[in-house]
């Protein structure tokens, strides 16, 4: 039978396993523990008994970390953050173990959700100078996707990781086909056009005098994941939308999706393995769903643009496309190291508590 202190360590732990690289949440967590052990605007009987005392604060506290570690701060939903204090994740009884034996340890419990931040870091940082010699000769869409699929530490970040390879090919074709798309009004509604030519003209870009207006097609990635994109991935000013679904899905999963995009075309992005799923299960969509396009073929026209017919105009700009998006969406911190050692963590004693580990 574990004692509380373990109990409350395996949640802990459950808790950073779940998470991606940006580790919002267990930051979260760390930064109640810091404020509760030197800035002493929470005690250890608030954090048992008066959740509302932290709740939304410690939001802010530990966006200001993330948005000095990495640049970045959670734009998920409220209902999503608070979760973080429900029986499944860290709820106030765990926290005040957590937050008396990080108190007894000078910060112990902090420290060692820092090392973990530090860990999924230095495989960031892995992958980014991977990409980073990457060439049209060398890249191996497959074994980079792959690394997110071995390495436990970054397996959670393996969505946004199908997002930007789906991304980084979809612009660049679209934007190398020079695709053009051609917005008008109908003769006979010139009329109408003249009654609401201010709305015309603010919103559709068209006017009496000029009835036609032609732009380049583009491909818009949706950004953070959150409640209110309802799935959407990204969006393409000529019509689609598309989704990248990475994860296996059960059939009721998968019917979400009918309830869950606005949306007239909608193009899936899947494994080859789920591919009949959502054949079987979209069918109710009908012509909502333009394409179901497959990994094999993403790896298959990755080849195509790198090593292809046409690699020499295609190739170096999928490739900073790609390694963009990657630093876009997985920064790495350059201040870790000086954050670590202003807070003193290098110079947290060795002890018995289960929370202390070697640098």
């Given at each position: ?57 410690s939001k802010k506290w530990r966006d200001n970390i993330t948005l000095r570690l990495v640049g970045h701060f959670s734009t998920s939903s409220q209902k999503y953050q608070d979760n ?121 870009g068209i006017d009496s005098k000029t009835p036609r207006l032609i732009i380049g097609a583009k491909v818009y990635r949706a950004g953070a994941t959150n409640a209110a994109d309802r ?129």
């Amino acid at each position: 039978m574990p004692t509380p202190l373990e109990f409350s360590k395996k949640k802990l732990d459950i808790l950073i396993q779940k998470q991606r690289v940006d580790m919002y949440k267990p930051i979260q967590i760390a930064e109640i523990l810091y404020h509760a052990r030197t800035q002493k605007d929470l005690t250890l009987e608030d954090l048992k008994s008066n959740l509302e005392s932290y709740r939304n604060i410690s939001k802010k506290w530990r966006d200001n970390i993330t948005l000095r570690l990495v640049g970045h701060f959670s734009t998920s939903s409220q209902k999503y953050q608070d979760n973080l204090f429900e029986a499944n994740a860290i709820p106030p009884d765990v926290l005040y173990i957590l937050a008396d034996e990080n108190q007894k340890y000078k910060g112990v419990v902090e420290r060692y959700i820092y090392q973990q931040f530090r860990e999924r870091q230095k495989r960031i940082l892995r992958l980014a100078k991977l990409l980073d010699n990457a060439s049209t000769s060398n890249f191996k869409l497959q074994s980079f996707l792959n690394e997110f699929i071995t390495d436990k530490g970054i397996r959670r970040s393996i969505d946004k990781a199908y997002e930007i390879v789906v991304y980084a090919l979809f612009d660049t074709l679209v934007k190398h086909l020079r695709v053009q798309i051609t917005l008008s009004t109908d003769n006979s509604k010139i009329q109408l056009l003249q009654e609401f030519e201010e709305f015309a003209k603010a919103v559709l870009g068209i006017d009496s005098k000029t009835p036609r207006l032609i732009i380049g097609a583009k491909v818009y990635r949706a950004g953070a994941t959150n409640a209110a994109d309802r799935g959407l991935d990204m969006w393409a000013n000529f019509g689609p939308v598309v989704q990248v679904k990475h994860l296996s899905l059960s059939e009721d999963l998968a019917e979400d999706i009918s309830d869950s995009v606005d949306a007239d075309r909608i193009v899936i992005v899947c494994k080859d393995a789920e591919r009949m799923t959502y054949e079987r299960v979209l069918k109710q969509l009908g012509q909502r769903v333009q394409a179901i396009i497959v990994e094999s073929q993403l790896v298959q026209w990755y080849e195509k643009a790198l090593r292809g017919k046409y690699s020499s105009e295609l190739g170096n700009d999928l490739l900073n496309c790609l390694k963009q998006e990657f630093k876009n969406e997985f920064p790495y911190s350059d201040s870790f190291e000086d954050f670590y050692k202003e807070r003193e963590y290098d110079k947290v004693p060795k002890s018995n508590s289960i929370f202390w580990q070697a640098d």
